[in-house]
Structure formats: C-alpha cells, structure tokens
C-alpha cells in the first residue's frame, strides 16, 4: 500500500527546491523506510529527491525501489547522471536492473560509467540467467597467505570502501586461486599476535559453488551450511566473486515463488499482482487451463466406452468424484512431497527407486484404509435400482478395491513424475497439482469401470 504520510510535503519541498529538508529526509530514516515514502511519487519526482542526498545513499535508497520505479528513473534519466548512479550500485544489483532497461539505453549509459564498473557490468552480464555468476559480487576482500595479520588489516582497511560486505576475507595465490579463508572474527582476534601469517589461520576445506552452478543448488548450499557468503570459482579454481546470504534470500523467495504458481498451473507473474494487467494474468492462468481442460475431456471418451455398464449400474456414477477425489489428493500429496524433497536436496535421481519402495508402502496403507472406508460407504448405498440388481457386497467389494487402486496408482504417479520431469530437465514443480489430478482422474476412471466389468458384468 502506498504510504501518503509524506508525500504533500515532499512535493511541496521539491516545488520550493527546499535542499536542506530534502537532504535531510533522505538521510533521517533507515533507505528502505525512505524508499517506501516515496512510493507515491512519479519515477521524474522521486529522482528530484534523490539528488539532493549524497552519491552513497542515492544509490542505497534507489535499491529500494520496486523494478518498474527504477528502470524507468535510468531509461529517461540524464545519462551523466546515470552513468553515476549505476557506479555506486552494487556490483550484482545494478547487472539486475540493467538486464530490464532496454538495450539501446544500455549502450548510450555505458561510457558514462567508469571503466572499471564498465567492466565489471560486461562480464557479469555475459553469465546466463539463473547460474551462480548470474547473481554473484566481484566485490569481495582477498589477500595473499604470505600476508601477516597487520598487513592483512591493513590491506583489509584500504579495500573497505568498495566492498558490500566484509564477512570474510578469501586467502588467493598469485594468479587468483581460493586457497582458504579467514573470518573477520579470526583476524579480529589475532590483533594481539600481528606477525602470524595468514596461511597459519586460514581455513583450507572450504564450500566452494561453480560459476555455472544453478542458484537454485547455490541456495540449499548457503542454507545447509549455515554461510553468510559463498566463494564463486571458475574451472581452474580461481576465484571470481561472492554470493552473500541476503541474495541467497532474494533467490530463494523467487525460486519458492516460481514453484507455488507452477504447483498451481499457473505462469510465474514478474509484476505485482494487483498492477499486473488482466489480459496477462488472463494469459498466464489460461495456458495451462485450457491444456487440462482438453486432458480433462478425456474422462468423457472413458464413461462413453462404459455407457452400457453405466446404464445398467447406476450406482457407480455416485463414485466417480470419490474416486477422482481419492486420486487427486494422493497423487498431489506425494507430488508435493517429492518436489520439496528434491528442493532441499534430500531426493536426487539416483534415489528413484527408494522412493518407488517408500511411495509403494505409503500407497498400499493409504489404499487400505481408505477402500475400507469405501467399502463401508458403498454398503451404505440405498438397494434399489441403481444397483440394476447386483450384489450389495459385490459392488461394495468393487469400490473398496477401485478406491484402494487408484490410491495406490495417484501415489506412485505423484512420486515419479517430479523425477521424471528433473531427468528430462523440466522444473519438477510443473509436476503441478492440477497436472497429477487431471492424469489420474483419466486412468483413476478407467480402474473404477474395468474393475466393475470383471466383478460385476
């Protein structure tokens, strides 16, 4: 929600050019505070603002700013100006914000940035979307293991300026190869002893990502072992950057995002929801729909196959969405299950056949307490014409044994299509619970029916 607190009188500062209470506002409150007063003003007004506040904070508060804000302040923005701006960016946010800023624009800002930054946004840039070097820093605190802890310090103080964090400091050979690590801690602690070399703190068993290493995997590594950052090495063990635990955040609420629309049959919104137009969510929602409303409608060729049985047992349409019902739900359960899993990192493919064996156990004691349910329901079935004069415990053994089929059936599909989806390197979310029940529906009829042909026909 845009918070209007501010703004009558931000707009009567800038009309008055009041630098003074300007420079103030955007120094008085943490950034991203400054940043969500500032909601409500256009993209051409809040850059008014922002220029009254030093180059530093200029650029912490612009982070701030939703995506659309801050592409539209750099595409119509002086380009010295700009060229600025995108130097005081961190290295990996503003290769972010330039990816979406149209690529002529990008070409014009450019030799308005310095070289160095100039140079750094090329190559970050070149790496695909997704990957390790994608969303990692350069900026990072490196010295030589000859180095003793005063020298150490000292190189450390004289980096300091340009760096985005300083958890660690990564020990590196002449021609940049990752040797180990100090924390800041260690060398902190060490101020009593300045003549100890480096070499004889560091950490050598190190975690350590590949620059074309998903995020995804990048990710569970931070999580699993606890790191504020994680070295970036390339094929030859050389390191080229770091990637700190608050991208790690940033790439794991986009990789959770993904897969909760996906798990709904629904293409991943860039925008808010509320700002995204209709036509795209329109768009979005109905690709899928109309995919499983076709998928659905092959439930119809199935009870048409079965129309003489169906005319003459009623009784067994009263069934179908409970069969369905049972299908769906298990096959989601289990789908749910396994994606998650292979999200954290606790099924990979080779485990395929522990989870046949697990998921087969599951589904066989699932199936069985529930086709006792069944059994009972379908004994409960009033005795009359719908049964076209079969035998009550008959046709409830026919449930009973339909219901525990397809629960068996949804689980072990549930549990197989997300690895069957990573082996061909489709996202296992699109295993999506729509997708699970719209299979199962189909087969989950075809049990009903064919088990109802051999027991009561």
């Known amino acids: ?198 070499k004889d703190l560091m950490e050598r068993d190190l975690v350590t990502v590949r620059v074309d290493d998903d995020q995804e995997k990048v990710a569970q590594d931070v999580a699993r072992f606890d790191l504020h950052a994680i070295p970036v090495v390339d094929e030859e063990h050389r390191l080229i950057g770091i990637i700190t635990h608050d991208d790690m955040i940033d790439v794991m609420r986009e990789e959770a995002s993904e897969d909760v629309y996906r798990m709904a049959a629904v293409q991943p919104l860039v925008e808010n929801y509320l700002e995204t137009a209709l036509h795209s969510i329109w768009w979005k929602r109905s690709i899928w729909l109309s995919w499983l409303f076709l998928a659905e409608m092959l439930t119809l060729s199935v009870m048409v196959r079965f129309e003489s049985s169906i005319k003459e047992i009623v009784a067994l349409t009263f069934f179908v969405p409970l069969c369905i019902a049972t299908g769906g739900m298990s096959g989601t359960q289990a789908a749910t299950l396994i994606t998650r899993a292979m999200a954290l990192g606790h099924v990979a493919l080779s485990d395929w056949w522990r989870v046949i064996l697990h998921e087969l156990a599951v589904g066989v004691a699932l199936g069985v307490t529930l086709g006792a349910m069944g059994f009972v329901g379908a004994l409960l079935t009033p005795d009359s014409d719908s049964l076209g004069g079969a035998n009550p415990y008959m046709f409830a053994l026919v449930i009973s044994q339909a219901v525990m089929a397809i629960c068996v059936w949804g689980t072990m599909v549930g549990s197989m299509l997300p690895l069957a989806f990573a082996r061909f390197g489709i996202d296992p979310a699109y295993a999506s619970s729509p997708f699970v029940a719209t299979f199962v529906d189909v087969t989950g009829i075809l049990i009903l029916f064919t088990l109802a042909q051999v027991y009561l026909f």
């Not at 020990?171 to 100890?196: E, I, W, Y």
């Open 1 to 198: 929600m845009v918070n209007t607190l501010y703004l009558p009188e931000l707009r009567e500062m800038l009309a008055e050019n009041d630098s003074a209470e300007l420079r103030e506002f955007c120094t008085a409150l943490h950034a991203a505070r400054t940043a969500e007063f500032m909601e409500g003003l256009t993209p051409t007004e809040a850059w008014e603002v922002l220029k009254h506040a030093d180059r530093e904070t200029r650029a912490e508060i612009f982070g701030y700013f939703d995506r659309d804000k801050q592409v539209e302040i750099i595409e119509t923005g002086d380009r010295t100006e700009m060229g600025q701006l995108i130097a005081n960016l961190p290295n990996d946010d503003r290769v972010d914000v330039l990816n979406h800023v149209e690529p002529e624009i990008v070409v014009e800002l450019l030799p308005f940035v310095p070289e160095i930054d100039r140079r750094d946004i090329l190559r970050l840039s070149s790496y695909a979307e997704g990957t390790a070097g994608a969303v990692m820093t350069t900026a990072l605190a490196k010295i030589g293991e000859e180095r003793t802890v005063r020298e150490a310090l000292e190189e450390i103080g004289r980096q300091a300026e340009q760096l985005e964090t300083i958890y660690y400091v990564y020990v590196v050979d002449n021609d940049d190869h990752l040797r180990g690590l100090v924390s800041a801690r260690q060398l902190v602690s060490a101020m009593g002893k300045p003549h100890t070399k480096i």
